[in-house]
């Protein structure tokens, strides 16, 4: 008897094992860690927790089918830090150096003298002409493997001007948590950026778990051909869609072709697509991130002359769009901090 | 005793059935039925079991990470019937006779007085230039939001000018099964199409399980603007970018950002992206659909007005890509056949 006991017993503390294992496998996206733990306790952690529970809770006015489920976020300023310039910037200038060598005559013209002499006031001042002619100079001349293999091999060894980290480490650890939560809760997330969609699709996937095919950025022409016999496409000197501004809403329907229902930026590049997203017919989530923290990072907003933020922010109230306060609302900014 | 025998049996019983469960919620997408049914038993089916098989084989050397699994497909010709005019000029006449009581002067202009006549010869005789202008007559003017809901509107009401049938019937079932089979397999399937990116997506997903996203084709400018206080995007009677011939592999590359490494297609329109499909390092797999049966479907290749096949049939012997006999390959065609 005793020994049936057991047997029983043990028969039903396998079981017990078994459905546990079931029952995990089946809810496995929820069982994660508690969520947002790098964000404080504040009104802004509640309103963006309770949006995301609402959207997958069935039967409810907040309910969202899966299908619907999009999340778009911009990426300078809002998953990694834009200053003391954007990170595109950042390769720019290396790449310009790296190139000089092969172009004795940008010693003696703008805007690649002041690049090759440190100076970017004198960069600033070319305008957006002097930028295009920047990009196109480091941008374009190659094969898309070529691209990505520079792009690839530049944030393997770029540091950051005044952390010194990898710009790879330079993403806002909160905001890493929050696209998590969103997958986890069904939602497919997008970068839309106004950057170079081919500069951040190598890097994407390791720094925010977004694959290359889920990014929506600014795009160059590029033209197939033959190299020899073995086909090519070729990066060509000419932009072929700005993704910034007005441009984002349209970026997205282009790319994506669903309205998204939550969306994140942190400048009046980001505002039209805020517009878009939450004039969606059901529910839906627009979030800035506001740089308040000069001591762990930067402290900015409308007279920036990257990710300038002043439009956006007026409205921000009035439009129910949550401003995150990065000071007072996050935890902890980057991974790397103490 | 007995009692404490039928409960150890009892509880096996339940720790059975729940590690039958647990093992199906593992394994789930390797348990379906057994795949590509209405294939015949030929060496195209056999040729495609074993490239999948052998890219989820790991330590083979046909292995492929998941992240690299793309498979992309043209849609006319390749996944639905594109005999005898493509889906979209279906469409495109239709519209022209629903909008001509709002155009009185279409009576007497080409080429929309050859539509409302029902003349296709003398459609065929304005050409590109009378194509394009058909297509922004119809495609252009409304909001992105009114253009979706024209397109589902006309896929839920039009027929088949042979068969009858919805042309949302008018899809390959052997095509269906190959991208069950590829997503069961870990493959991310990518349309492909020279036809229009929105008019595709509003019917992908129930056609093909292809949500929006996964749609890549020819897109006509849009732009951001408010209606009143409300945002949307308008549709421009302006070309942005034709996803054929060698701006296949264009679209591929700023759309989804990775190289794929199966490609189906049927037409010489296909002929780059299969050129640059099967161009990359690792293994890769390239199809022809080729259109044999004039019984079940049509016949056609070389000669065809649409889905014209001449260079890529050529090639496609040397090239190693497998040409599909529609005829002695396929079982079935369409579902709805008996």
Not at 7 to 23: E, H
Not at 116 to 134: F, N, P, R, T
Not at 315 to 335: G, P, Q, S, T, Y
Request: hydrophobic letters at 40%; aromatic letters at 10%.
């Amino acid at each position: 008897m005793r020994r049936s006991t057991q047997a029983i017993d043990a028969c039903l503390a396998s079981l017990a094992v078994a459905l546990i294992l079931l029952i995990a496998a089946a809810l496995n996206p929820v069982l994660a860690q508690e969520p947002l733990p790098s964000w404080n306790d504040t009104p802004a952690k509640t309103r963006i927790m309770d949006f995301v529970k609402a959207t997958v809770t069935e039967g409810g006015e907040g309910y969202v089918a899966p299908v619907d489920r999009i999340a778009v976020f911009d990426n300078d300023g809002t998953l990694w830090s834009e200053q003391p310039y954007y990170v595109q910037l950042g390769f720019v200038l290396d790449r310009v150096k790296a190139l000089a060598p092969r172009h004795p005559e940008w010693k003696t013209r703008e805007p690649f003298k002041s690049v090759l002499d440190g100076d970017l006031k004198g960069i600033a001042k070319g305008g957006e002409k002097g930028m295009v002619e920047l990009m196109m100079a480091t941008h374009a001349g190659m094969t898309t493997d070529e691209f990505t293999k520079i792009a690839t091999d530049w944030f393997a060894s770029s540091k950051h001007p005044k952390t010194g980290k990898p710009y790879t480490e330079m993403t806002y650890l909160p905001m890493r948590e929050l696209l998590d939560h969103l997958r986890a809760n069904g939602f497919r997330t997008y970068i839309v950026s106004g950057g170079g969609v081919e500069f951040m699709r190598p890097v994407t996937d390791q720094l925010y778990g977004i694959p290359p095919e889920q990014v929506v950025g600014s795009t160059i022409a590029t033209e197939y051909d033959l190299a020899g016999d073995v086909p090519v496409l070729k990066r060509l000197p000419k932009i072929d869609f700005i993704d910034d501004g007005p441009g984002k809403p349209v970026g997205i329907n282009k790319f994506i072709g669903l309205r998204p229902i939550f969306v994140a930026g942190n400048s009046d590049g980001d505002y039209e697509m805020m517009r878009w997203t939450t004039a969606a017919k059901g529910p839906s989530f627009a979030m800035l991130v506001h740089h308040t923290d000069a001591t762990r990072e930067y402290a900015y907003d409308r007279d920036s002359a990257f990710g300038k933020l002043d439009k956006a922010l007026n409205e921000a109230e009035r439009r129910n769009w949550l401003v995150v306060d990065m000071k007072n609302d996050w935890k902890k900014i980057f991974a790397f901090e103490q």
